[in-house]
């Protein structure tokens, strides 16, 4: 069983384009992540969901717009997508920090974001 | 100042060297620390968290110094396998954010 699963893997689109992707998690986790990884291998979170509320937002473009309609499924919709938007992104899911003291991420496989 | 730092690497070693890496962290209220490991075009894995006592598991030593803010791995007698990108993560004083280094590439060569 896959314990956080993100789709699609790859995502090949043109300039101005709108897409989603989709996150969904069985471990039963209260907060959910989305983070970029770009062509410098840096990982940085974008967002923070914690049963369904919005907890942290970096400053990441107004086109990005994280989707929560439960708390096991965090989806990510990007508007206008630009050249600069090709990454890497990764869901993740982690158990509340005050309530388990060995709280880890638990990441998706990731989407392979290409806009041409 | 970046909020978490590693080595830039990479690092190139023989099988069965021993390799250690070096991170610091800005953020002194942080409470938990963790290594975690990227294969290439995959997701980052827990390899281990970080304890104030240190902590070993197998061939695999975490040691964490609060006081310097500094964390560190150790890998002896590497393997092929343990070829990756070891990440140093660090989870904010809120327990909202997993801060993750910049990486450092390790191959493990024959």
């Known amino acids: 069983d896959t314990a956080v699963s993100q789709t699609p893997k790859y995502l090949v689109t043109q300039m101005g384009n709108d897409k989603s992707i989709k996150c969904e998690q069985n471990l039963g986790h209260d907060t959910m992540y989305w983070y970029k990884q770009d062509s410098k291998k840096f990982l940085k979170i974008m967002f923070s969901?914690?049963?369904?509320?919005?907890?942290i937002n970096e400053t990441v473009p107004n086109r990005f717009s994280p989707k929560s309609p439960d708390k096991a499924h965090l989806n990510l919709h990007i508007n206008s997508l630009e050249l600069g938007d090709s990454a890497v992104y990764f869901c993740a899911s982690s158990p509340p920090y005050a309530t388990a003291m060995n709280t880890e991420a638990f990441f998706g496989q990731g989407t392979r974001l290409t806009v041409v | 100042r970046k909020e978490v730092e590693q080595d830039p690497g990479p690092f190139n070693v023989p099988e069965g060297a021993t390799v250690a890496f070096n991170c610091t962290y800005s953020?002194?209220?942080?409470?938990?620390f963790f290594w975690y490991r990227q294969d290439c075009r995959k997701e980052p894995k827990l390899l281990m968290s970080?304890?104030?006592s240190g902590n070993e598991d197998g061939r695999f030593t975490a040691q964490l110094n609060r006081a310097s803010q500094y964390i560190s791995l150790l890998i002896r007698d590497s393997k092929l396998s343990d070829s990756a990108t070891y990440l140093c993560?660090?989870?904010?004083?809120?327990?909202?954010?997993?801060?993750f280094g910049p990486g450092t590439r390790l191959s493990v060569l024959p």
């Open positions: 993560v660090v989870l904010d004083n809120y327990g909202q954010n997993f801060v």
């Open positions: 969901y914690n049963n369904k509320e919005l907890i």
């Open positions: 970080v304890y104030s």
């Open positions: 953020n002194s209220a942080s409470q938990s």
